[in-house]
């Protein structure tokens, strides 16, 4: 051995060692199983369809507000921002109302990664669910390249920044608007509130017409990185496309963490934090380890061997989130 290598720790020793390695390689085999374990069922496919149909729909019927008729004429009329604000808004609040109960209606994969930072959707169905509103988008406007005659198809609603503006201007915009709808949605479905009345998903319709009110003349009022892709992908128009993903997720994230973890937290979550963590004298928070059952004398202590053999420590720590489909 050579003189300036540093004595191997035992801990070091047994990391090393082959049989830890594979003991370590099937656990964490086991936790990715764990993870998509819940794939294989009909709600869970029936809820990713959803995500697809309802984004083909949404896409198609918001993107044709988008098409100026009149573009033939020698001086055609702008945009009609009221119209295009009006026909996305109340398309979302249809579409939330008719697949809310089938797969949550997020359409929109800056609300599906905010369910995953608040820890109410796992990760494998994310992913599923962010391909299938991507594939959505992408029919839904190849669906309305296809049905619009090519004089008038103009860009076929691509989202473009003004060249007024600055990319780090448009970026922000397009963060918050995409706060603003995210906030939205967690404020009008969140099953902690007693004051709630009438519908969500009119809310959620009229947050999103307000965006597109505010921010058509400055980004177009993505909001949405699904809805720009699909018009993208089909006129292969991608000039600041990455603009239109940064931005509403970044905002949808910041919203959700905000809403979840500082406004309306959790009471159930926080107790169980103040189980786990304790303040010292110092003032500082450490790990309280968990006390060992007292068992009285002449008592009997019951232990299901069955459940104790199921249950896998490494599945329940590593996969807690991602098993969740």
Known sequence: ???????????????????????????????????????????????????????????????GSTINWAAEEEKPPPANVVLIALCFGLSIATMVQCFGHISGGHINPAVTVAMVVTRKLSLAKALFYVLAQCLGAITGAGILYLVTPAAVRGSLGVTMVNSKITLGHALLIELLITFELVFTIFATCDSKRADLGGSASLAIGFAVAIGHLFAIPYTGASMNPARSFGPAMVTLSFENHWLYWLGPILGGVFAAALYEYLYCPDPEVKKRLKQVFKKDPSGRYKEVEPEEPVIKPGSIHHIDLEKAEKKDPFQESSAEVLSSV
Do not use: D
Request: charged share 20%.
């Open 1 to 63: 051995m050579n003189k300036n290598t540093p004595p191997t720790t035992g801990t070091e020793r047994h990391r090393t060692h082959p049989c830890i390695r594979r003991f370590l390689s099937w656990s964490k085999s086991q936790s990715i199983m764990a993870a998509f374990k819940g794939i294989w069922t009909k709600k869970f496919w029936r809820a990713v369809s959803g995500e697809y149909l309802s984004t083909v729909i949404f896409v198609l019927l918001s993107l």
